[in-house]
């Protein structure tokens, strides 16, 4: 499956030939397998399990897991480039797979004991079990830290209490990282969050722990978006993920990967936009000429392509100091603020460039704008990436 746009190919300069190898593999899986269904899915508003078990078969479910424990072990990089793809094809399939790989197993994998790796990520890693990360609550987004659900100490258990909200794969998912506050209710208002939340996993199973309500949305309407709710879960210390009371701070370090994903879905939503619009105005003629010979809409094609190689860069440089072992906050947040608001104008203009077209659900290009708005909300806002970049960039300055 060759590349829509030159630079596509051009931009594989920071891609290795295995990069590239399997970037095309997914490539041609999506133009099979995704893009004939994508609009059916997100008409019905389900999950497509039985793509994400051909994805597994292909190791993709199990991307970012060690090969230890039965995963792909692949690099920042490599996952960026199948997000992309997957994006190009179908956002909710991307968000899906991006939420599972990298906020679920990838808790697990960083900052899980031997036996809780050992436990978890195989079945993880293969697909058998989907899982699910749970920061968000009702009450608490961008202020992740002010969430209520607590984990109390009972001899050598824990029972958890809470609701959070807004869960990807909340409903099919198996196996969650759970985020609570441990902190005594002394001590809450003192502490700062670096030091009163723990990570925990949840079985889906446990005894007062179940998926609540599954929320209708604007967009991503195939991936699975649910409530979690927790009544008196009782669960050992061996589920205790990470240190106690380092939850958050080991957060945040799930984040970065996390946003790094979200950049490389806005620009895979943003090329399949871009791509369509080629193929538009090839298709629609006005005034006597074909849309492409209008200026005014080549200038938006110019304008697209720029944002949208733009966006790309970014991404693969997060993603490049991400797989160098180096610190990449700044960078993850510059891609993830950048390419999702990218997405959104990019979008914008493909509507624009279909007319009437656009704007009805026959032609997918509404479908990318919907999806796209996500990347501008999850994994922190962009208000919240501001902040970020902000913070960093005053850290970094040296006087
Ligand atoms: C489809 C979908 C999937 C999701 N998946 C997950 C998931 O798997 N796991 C999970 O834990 N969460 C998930 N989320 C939650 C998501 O991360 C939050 O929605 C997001 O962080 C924003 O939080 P909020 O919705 O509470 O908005 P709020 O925090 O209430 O923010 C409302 C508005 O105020 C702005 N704002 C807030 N604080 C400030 C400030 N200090 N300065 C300036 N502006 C500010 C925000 O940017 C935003 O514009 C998902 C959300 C959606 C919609």
């Not at 899906?96 to 990298?102: F, K, M, P, R, S």
């Not at 722990?209 to 195939?222: D, I, P, T, V």
């Not at 939850?247 to 620009?267: E, H, P, Y």
């Not at 909300?377 to 970049?389: C, D, H, K, M, N």
Request: hydrophobic share 40%; aromatic share 6%; with cysteine.
């Amino acid at each position: 499956m060759p590349a829509k746009t030159k630079t596509e190919e051009t931009m594989n300069f920071s891609l290795n030939e295995d990069q590239v190898l399997l970037q095309e593999t997914i490539r041609d899986f999506v133009e099979k397998e995704v893009i004939p269904y994508a609009k059916e899915w997100d008409e019905k508003e389900e999950v497509p399990l039985n793509t994400l078990k051909k994805l597994s078969s292909m190791g993709i479910m199990g991307m970012a897991v060690d090969q230890k424990y039965g995963g792909a072990g692949l690099d920042t990089v490599s996952i960026a480039a199948v997000i992309e793809e997957l994006a190009c094809g179908d956002g909710s399939l991307a968000l899906t797979v991006a939420a599972h790989n990298g906020l679920g197993s990838g808790h697990i994998s960083r900052f899980g004991t031997e036996e809780q790796k050992q436990k978890y990520l195989p079945d993880l890693a293969s697909g058998k079990k989907i899982a699910g990360w749970a920061l968000t609550e009702p009450g608490s987004g961008s202020d992740a830290a002010g969430m209520k659900t607590v984990a109390k100490k009972d001899g050598n258990d824990w029972v958890l209490n809470g609701t959070k909200m807004f869960i990807t794969n909340g409903s099919i998912g198996e196996t969650f990282v759970v985020l609570a506050v441990t902190a005594s209710e002394k001590a809450i208002h003192e502490l700062p969050p670096q030091k009163k939340i723990t990570a925990f996993i949840l079985e889906k199973g446990d005894k007062g722990f179940r998926a609540g309500k599954k929320l209708q949305k604007m967009g991503m309407r195939s991936s699975d978006t649910s409530e979690l709710i927790l009544e008196n879960v009782k669960i050992p210390d061996s589920r205790r993920l990470g240190e106690l009371n380092q939850g958050f701070i080991n957060t945040l370090m799930i984040l970065d990967k996390g946003r790094v994903s979200v950049g490389a879905l806005a620009v895979g939503l943003a090329q399949a936009a871009l791509n369509e619009s080629l193929k538009y105005v090839h298709q629609r003629e006005t005034f006597g000429k074909q849309l492409k010979d209008h200026e005014v809409i080549r200038f938006m094609l110019a304008d697209m392509a720029l944002e949208v190689d733009t966006a790309r860069l970014l991404v693969y440089r997060a993603a490049a100091v991400a797989a160098e072992g180096k610190q990449f906050t700044l960078e993850a947040s510059m891609a993830k603020l950048f390419a999702s608001e990218m997405s959104m104008r990019v979008c914008n203009k493909a509507i624009q460039i279909h007319g009437g077209y656009g704007y009805i659900r026959e032609f997918p290009v509404e479908r990318y704008l919907r999806d796209a708005k996500l990347c501008e909300i999850g994994e922190g806002t962009s208000e919240v990436q501001r902040l970020v970049i902000a913070r960093e960039l005053l850290k970094h300055y040296k006087i």
